[in-house]
C-alpha cells in the first residue's frame, strides 16, 4: 500500500505541473525512463537543443531495466522509456533509434581474456561471470545473450548478478569475475583498470523509445516528441 501511495503522489504532481504550467512559454516536466545505454546520448542532444529555447524544461531521468520502465510507463508515470531489443512493443506507439549496442565482457586489462581482440563462446566456459538481470534470462523469454551462448548456457558459472553496470565495473575491478554487458557504458580510458572486448560472432541490440498509445503529453513532452521525429527515424 505504501508503494501505491507514493506512485499515486507522484502522479498526482505529474499531473498537477502539467495543468499549471503557463501556456506562454513551453515549460514543465518531462520523465524519462531506460536502461544503461549509450542511446542517452541522443536524449541528452535533443534536450540541450532545447535548453536554448525553452530553459524552462525540466528532465527526470528514471534508470531500470524494462520491466521497471514498462510499469512505470504503464501507471503514467514516466512519459518516454527506452528498451532495448527484444521488447514487447504492442502496448505502445514508438520509435527505432539509429543506435545499436554491441554486447561483449568487461574485465580487468590483466586479465587473461584482455589479451584477445574479442571473446568467444568458449572463452565463458570456466570462468566467474558478473551478469545482469536481462542476460541471465532463459532464451525462451528472448535473451539475446542466451540464444547467443546456445545450448550450453545453463553451464555458466554466474557468481553475480546486477541491475546497473556502474557497481558490478567495481566487482569487476575487484578481481571478482568478467561482466556480461553492453559497449560504452564503463570507462576503458587509459587511466581505467578494465577493458571491453566484444563477442565473435557479434551480437548487437537495437533501441525504441516508446510511450502510451493515445498518451496526451504534457507541451514539454510534446515538443520533445516532435524534436524526436524531426529526425526521421521509422517508427510504428
Not at 12 to 36: F, N, R
Not at 97 to 117: F, I, Q, Y
Not at 148 to 163: P, Q, S
Not at 194 to 223: D, H, T
Request: charged share 30%; proline share 4%; with cysteine.
Amino acid at each position: 500500500l505504501r508503494k501505491r501511495a507514493a506512485e499515486i503522489l507522484d502522479l498526482v504532481d505529474k499531473t498537477e505541473a502539467e495543468l499549471t504550467a503557463p501556456d506562454e512559454v513551453v515549460s514543465g516536466d518531462i520523465y524519462i525512463g531506460g536502461g544503461e545505454t549509450n542511446a542517452m546520448r541522443l536524449i541528452a542532444r535533443i534536450a540541450k537543443d532545447l535548453q536554448t529555447s525553452c530553459p524552462d524544461i525540466c528532465y527526470h531521468l528514471y534508470s531500470g531495466n524494462a520491466d521497471d520502465v514498462t510499469e512505470r510507463l504503464d501507471k503514467g508515470l514516466l512519459d518516454f522509456g527506452i528498451l532495448i531489443q527484444p521488447a514487447d512493443l504492442s502496448k505502445y506507439d514508438y520509435l527505432n533509434l539509429p543506435d545499436k549496442d554491441t554486447w561483449g565482457v568487461v574485465m580487468r586489462k590483466d586479465s587473461p581474456l584482455a589479451e584477445k581482440a574479442y571473446v568467444e563462446r568458449k572463452d565463458l566456459l570456466g570462468v566467474p561471470l558478473i551478469c545482469s538481470r536481462q542476460a541471465i534470462l532463459p532464451q525462451r523469454e528472448g535473451n539475446e545473450f542466451a540464444g547467443w551462448f546456445g545450448e550450453d548456457f545453463e553451464k555458466l558459472d554466474i557468481v553475480t548478478t546486477f541491475n546497473l553496470i556502474y557497481n558490478a565495473s567495481l566487482m569487476v575491478e575487484s578481481g571478482i569475475g568478467y561482466a556480461i554487458t553492453l559497449d560504452r557504458l564503463v570507462s576503458t580510458a587509459e587511466g581505467s583498470a578494465l577493458c571491453f572486448r566484444p563477442l565473435k560472432p557479434k551480437l548487437e541490440s537495437g533501441l525504441n523509445i516508446v510511450w502510451k498509445k493515445y498518451q496526451v503529453f504534457s507541451p514539454a513532452a510534446e515538443l520533445f516528441l516532435e524534436r524526436l521525429k524531426s529526425r526521421e527515424f521509422s517508427g510504428s
